[in-house]
């Protein structure tokens, strides 16, 4: 559950330290206090994309920091072992965005990316929006809600990937039916360059080979020169180095006798000769080595000519061509694939079956969870006074099937526009549309896995009885997991374990947003200005006791 976050020059909060309790949580304020400026930060914080436009006014960056405890979270854990980042039983999610727009994120101190933050943020925390009815108008995300009620996420991954290589080889096909005679022309092509440079059998460091042995075949007599010079003046003339040093070092070592200060300088003197001695005898080596061979430095360059001609002919460096015959190699590959158009049907025929058996298992577990999914959420919206109305969720077959598989998914209702199920968007009113919502959310919620929930104004559109149900179901959500819900509703937020309230003030010209957490006497106030508006009176006050007392004899 989410048990700490830290906001820093966000918008119009300059700082809040904010500790999280379990249970239920109502966020309330004024209209544009910033209540869903917290939501917007632990997005934030939870890899939501990110612009200049979220640091306060004057400021060199925002910061977002939340701390999480993840005991009971094995997945999490896991997760961050394979991604090599280190977690104990709190779980650390940073993020930093400058004034030009450039963010940074950090897990438990290590730098992360943002899909990283997105990635582990899918098993902390789910976000209920508050235009989330919206959302569930479209057919896409009807679609994917219904699969991950259900736990079909990874197979409707795999249905789709089935469904792109049974594509990819139609197309093939396709390519390989209609385009045969080309095809063949590049294939014989193809054949003869391979053919060419397999005959060359050149070598991937080979150029480089070659360059050096040329350069010092071509330069054989000056090499030669050069060692027996540099053997002369160090070791063989009369007046050689090594003869002049030996005499110094033999010289100093007697020295050494009657003023140890000079003992140093003849051991410098005597390892200057050893080092010569070494360097002579290396240089007689490499004369003895060194020897003119004009064979092979003709056979050389008739190697390095024939090596530049097929470069000059294909147009890459010498050193490219290795790489040019592997290319072609590979393209010479599929070509003789595509044309075998047995094999390419064959291919073809499996590709379709296994995404029809892939498609086949989504399809039952899609039939079973529409069945579910559409009794639950029917009972949710009797609660919330739509006693006349069911849910259902239908699957609609897609011919020849789709990448998300044979059905499209469309979320009706039957029963407050006359008997017949007919999708959503066409039979439910605004406040209709908002109470459905929340009937779905809730369903959903109760089976996600995640342990913090929250609800940012998804209540708007009703009120009075339908909005003291609302709070009771929060209520009990809150019993299994975290739940934080923004709310302008005093009947949602009296059914809270714990309250919030949000205000907004001028300090020096600023305009800046706080958060305080509201006592037994704190909350009677923020609800009786919950219920009266700006006049609170002792009526009000009674009426909002009553409220709070009510919800906790009933809860």
Same mark, same amino acid.
Not at 190 to 196: A, I, R, T
Not at 245 to 254: C, G
Not at 259 to 269: H, S
Not at 512 to 532: K, T
């Given at each position: 559950?989410?048990?700490?976050?830290?906001?820093?020059?966000?918008?119009?909060?300059?700082?809040?330290?904010?500790?999280?309790? *379990? %249970?239920?949580?109502?966020?309330?304020?004024?209209?544009?206090?910033?209540?869903?400026?917290?939501i917007d930060a632990l997005a934030l914080a939870l890899g939501e994309r990110a612009d200049a436009g979220v640091v306060r006014s004057g400021c060199d960056k925002a910061e977002v920091s939340?701390?999480?405890?993840?005991?009971?979270?094995?997945?999490?854990?896991?997760?961050?072992?394979? =991604?090599?980042?280190?977690?104990?039983?709190?779980?650390?999610?940073?993020?930093?965005?400058?004034?030009?727009?450039?963010?940074? *994120?950090?897990? =438990? %101190?290590?730098?992360?990316? +943002? @899909?990283?933050?997105?990635?582990?943020?899918?098993?902390?925390?789910?976000? $209920?929006?508050?235009?989330? $009815? @919206?959302?569930? !108008?479209?057919?896409? +995300?009807?679609?994917?809600?219904?699969?991950?009620?259900?736990?079909?996420n990874e197979l409707t991954r795999q249905v789709g990937a089935a469904f792109r290589l049974w594509r990819e080889a139609e197309q093939t096909l396709k390519a390989a039916s209609e385009g045969a005679d080309a095809l063949l022309r590049e294939r014989e092509q193809?054949?003869?360059?391979?053919?060419?440079l =397999?005959? #060359? *059998?050149?070598?991937?460091?080979?150029?480089?080979?070659l360059d050096v042995e040329h350069r010092r075949l071509g330069h054989a007599a000056s090499l030669i020169e050069g060692a027996q010079f540099s053997i002369g003046v160090l070791a063989d003339n009369d007046a050689a180095c090594?003869? @002049?040093?030996?005499?110094?070092?033999?010289? !100093?070592?007697?020295? *050494?006798?009657?003023?140890?200060?000079? +003992?140093?300088?003849?051991? #410098?003197?005597?390892? +200057?000769?050893a080092e010569l001695s070494e360097a002579v005898s290396t240089l007689r080596r490499y004369a003895d080595r060194v020897d003119l061979d004009p064979s092979r430095l003709a056979e050389v360059e008739r190697r390095m000519d024939a090596v530049m001609a097929n470069a000059r002919k294909y147009r890459v460096q010498p050193q490219e061509l290795p790489s040019l015959l592997l290319a072609w190699q590979q393209r010479l590959s599929v070509l003789e694939a595509s044309a075998d158009l047995a094999a390419l049907e064959v291919r073809v025929a499996a590709a379709k079956k296994d995404y029809a058996q892939k498609a086949g298992e989504l399809t039952q577990g899609r039939q079973k969870a529409a069945s579910e999914m559409g009794r639950s959420v029917s009972e949710v919206m009797r609660q919330l006074a739509l006693s006349s109305g069911r849910f259902e969720v239908a699957l609609l077959p897609v011919e020849n099937g789709a990448v998300y598989g044979l059905e499209q998914v469309e979320f009706r209702i039957g029963g407050l526009a006359g008997n017949d199920a007919k999708p959503m968007a066409k039979v439910a009113s605004g406040g209709e549309l908002s109470r459905i919502s929340l009937a779905i959310q809730v369903l959903t919620s109760r089976s996600a896995s995640v342990p913090t929930l929250i609800f940012d104004e998804v209540d708007v559109g009703i009120g009075g009885g339908v909005a003291e149900i609302v709070g009771r179901l929060l209520n009990e959500l809150g019993g299994e997991r975290q739940v934080l819900c923004v709310t302008h509703l005093p009947q949602v937020a009296a059914q809270a374990n714990w309250q919030w309230q949000v205000s907004k003030a001028t300090r020096d010209g600023v305009t #800046?947003?706080?958060? @305080?957490? #509201?006592?037994?006497?704190?909350?009677?106030?923020?609800?009786?200005?919950?219920? %009266?508006g700006v006049e609170i009176t002792d009526i009000t006050l009674q009426h909002a006791g009553e409220l709070l007392r009510s919800t906790a004899k009933n809860s």
């Open positions: 559950m989410l048990r700490h976050l830290t906001i820093r020059d966000f918008v119009i909060v300059d700082r809040l330290e904010l500790e999280f309790l *379990a %249970g239920f949580g109502a966020l309330t304020g004024e209209t544009g206090a910033g209540k869903s400026i917290l939340a701390t999480f405890d993840i005991t009971g979270l094995p997945m999490v854990r896991e997760w961050l072992s394979a =991604n090599d980042l280190e977690g104990d039983d709190e779980l650390l999610l940073r993020r930093v965005v400058d004034a030009g727009g450039r963010s940074r *994120a950090y897990i =438990n %101190g290590s730098p992360a990316t +943002a @899909q990283q933050l997105r990635e582990v943020g899918e098993w902390l925390v789910d976000i $209920h929006g508050q235009h989330a $009815h @919206q959302s569930f !108008l479209r057919a896409d +995300a009807q679609r994917t809600l219904l699969d991950t009620h259900a736990g079909l193809l054949e003869w360059q391979v053919s060419e =397999n005959a #060359l *059998a050149f070598g991937e460091d080979e150029w480089a080979i090594e003869r @002049q040093i030996d005499s110094v070092a033999t010289r !100093l070592s007697s020295l *050494a006798e009657y003023d140890p200060a000079l +003992a140093e300088v003849a051991e #410098l003197v005597s390892s +200057a000769q #800046l947003s706080a958060i @305080q957490s #509201l006592d037994e006497e704190g909350r009677v106030q923020e609800i009786a200005r919950m219920l %009266g």
